[in-house]
C-alpha cells in the first residue's frame, strides 16, 4: 500500500495543532512493541492495540487503524505469530511515514 | 453563554491520544477541562474539584472505569457522567446506564455528538441543582438547625445545596460564634456520607503533646499513659466526614504531619509500624484569616490549599441582622422553660441595633441571660445588661472610594475583552503568544475567546500580516 508523501498536509485543520503530540506518543509506544512481545506481554499489547484503533482515524491514518484493531484482536488471542507479523507491518508503515527511527 | 459558575469537566482515559483530542474539543468550546488517567485519579480529584460532568473511559486498567462510575454515582448521585466506549461493548454501555451513567458515547467520537451531549449534561445537572435549590425553598426549609432567611444565609444555603451532592473537601471561614460546626454538620448529615460518623475535632483544644495520638490513635505502650491501644479521630471517621475545627491554631510541626498524611493517604497510630488508610469527608474551619497567617509564614500554603478545596465564608451576626429575630425566638424555645414567650419590640430594636462581635453565640448568651432575669411573657430591654442597652445604631452606609471613580462605567468583562484583543493584535493573531503574555492556559484562552466573540479575531489578525 502506498501513502501519498503529503499525508501531513491531508489531516484536518482542526487536528494539525495536535498531529506533533500525536506522533510523539504514536513513536514511544510504538518503541516499546517488540519489547512487549519478547516478554508476551499481550495485555498491554492489546491495550496499545485498542488505544490507537481509537485516536488514528481523526488524523487519516486508516492503515494504522487497521494494524491498531488487528493488533488489539491478535493480542486478546495470544496469537503470537500474528502479533508478530502485525508488529513487522507496524513498524514498516512507521518508515512510509517517516517516524521510524533512524538505525 | 456558558454558566461560570459551574465547574470544569473531567477527562479520563487511561489514553493519551484521546485525552488531548477531548480536551481541544472540549476547550474551543469554552469549558475549562481537567485531565485524568485513570479512575484512582478521578476519585482524589472529587475530593479537590467539583466539576459539572465527568466525560469517563469505561475500559482502563486498574481501578477501571466501572468501579470509578459507581463510586461516582454513589457519592455525587446528581453529577452526570458520560461513559465512553468501543462500539462493540453493548453489554458495558447498559450496565454503565443502570449504573447511572447519564449518556454514552461510542469511539472513535465524534465532535459534535460530544458537545451536544456534553452541553445537555451540563445543563442536566445544573438543571437538578436548581429543582433541589427552589424545592427547598418552596418548602421554605432551610437546613435542619439553621435558622436564617436573610440574603447572605440564602447563599449560604446555595453553597450547601451544591456541597451536600459532592464529596469535595471543604474549608469554611468565619468568626467565632458564626455556627461553623452546625454547617459542618449539615454538610455530613445532608451528603452521601450521612449513614456514617460525624467526627468533630477541636484543634485548638488538643495539647500538642497529644496531637497525634488524638488524630492517628496509639497502640499500647506507646508512651506513658498509654495503657490501651486507641483510635484517632482519622479512622474513627472512616465511611464519614471529619471535622477539623481551629485549623489556624495548628503548630509549624503539626502542619507538616497533616500534610504528610493528606498526601499519602495513610497514616500510622503512634507506636505502631501498620499503614492505615480512612476513607472519609474533610471538612475544616478556621476563624483566622488564613491567607494573612500564609503571608506571616505561620501557615503553610501546600497545607492551605489541600483543605481550601471549596471555600465557605459564613457571615458574621451584623451582616445578616434580618435574621435577629427569628434567631432570638429559636433561642426563646429551645433554652427556656416555656415562661418567656417571646422577645418584645423594644428589645428587639436594641438587638438589631448591636454589633455582635461574638455572633450568633453571644445572641445565645444574652438570651439565656435574659430568660432568667425576666419577671413576664416577653424579654423586655432591662433584661439586658447596660452595655446592650447603649448600643449605638450601626451605618449601612458604604461607599465606594473617590479613587477608583474613573472605574464607574467599566466592567472587569470590557477590560478583559480589552486585554486579550491587545495581545492578540500585539502578536499577530498568534494564539500561543497571546496566551503567554496573558500568562493563561489554552482551555482559559478559548474560553475567553468565545464569550467575548473574538473567535475569528486570529484568522482576520493572520490574514491582515
Known sequence: MSLQNNWREQVAPDFQELLPDFLNNLQSESARLARLLQRADFGELARIGHNFKGSAGYFGLTELGQLSRALELHSKAGDKPAVRATIEAWQALLVRLELAPER | MRDESTGPIFVVDDDPNQRMILEHWLSREGYDVVLLESGEACLEALGEELPAAICLDLNMPGFGGMNTLEHVHEHNPILPVIVLTSDDAVDSVVKAMRLGARDYLTKPLDQTKLLTTMANAVEVGRLAMRVSQLEREAEGRGYPGIVGNSAPMKAVFRQLDRLCVSDVTVLIHGESGTGKELIANAIHANGSRARGPFVAVNLA????????????????????????????????????????????????????????????????????????????????????????????????????????????????????????????????????????????????????????????????????????????????????????????PASSS??????????????????????????LTKHEGNASAAMRELNIGRTRFYRMLKKFGLEGKIEELRQVK
Open chain 2, 398 to 423: 458604604v461607599e465606594a472610594p473617590a479613587e477608583l471613580a474613573e472605574f464607574n462605567d467599566t466592567t472587569l468583562e470590557d477590560y478583559s475583552r480589552r486585554l486579550v484583543t491587545n495581545a
Open chain 2, 205 to 392: 483544644a488538643v495539647p500538642e503533646t497529644l496531637m497525634e495520638s488524638e488524630l492517628f490513635g496509639h497502640e499500647k505502650g506507646a508512651f506513658t499513659g498509654a495503657i490501651n491501644r486507641r483510635i484517632g479521630r482519622f479512622e474513627e471517621a472512616n465511611k464519614g466526614t471529619l471535622f477539623l475545627d481551629e485549623i489556624g491554631e495548628l503548630s509549624p510541626q503539626v502542619q507538616v504531619k497533616l500534610l504528610r498524611v493528606l498526601q499519602e493517604r495513610t497514616f500510622q497510630r503512634v507506636g505502631g509500624s501498620a499503614k492505615l488508610s480512612s476513607d472519609f469527608r474533610l471538612v475544616t474551619a478556621s476563624h483566622r484569616d488564613l491567607e494573612e497567617e500564609m503571608r506571616q509564614g505561620r501557615f503553610r500554603q501546600d497545607l492551605y490549599f489541600r483543605f481550601a478545596v471549596f471555600e465557605l465564608d459564613l457571615p458574621p451576626l451584623r451582616a445578616r441582622r434580618d435574621d435577629i429575630p427569628a434567631l432570638s425566638r429559636a433561642f426563646v424555645r429551645q433554652l427556656g422553660d416555656g415562661r418567656v414567650e417571646n422577645v418584645s419590640t423594644a428589645a428587639l430594636q436594641i438587638m438589631m441595633a448591636y454589633d455582635w462581635p461574638g455572633n450568633i453565640r453571644e445572641l445565645q448568651n444574652l438570651i439565656q441571660r435574659a430568660l432568667v432575669v425576666c419577671n413576664g411573657k416577653e424579654i423586655q430591654p432591662e433584661d439586658f445588661p447596660e452595655r446592650m442597652r447603649n448600643a449605638v
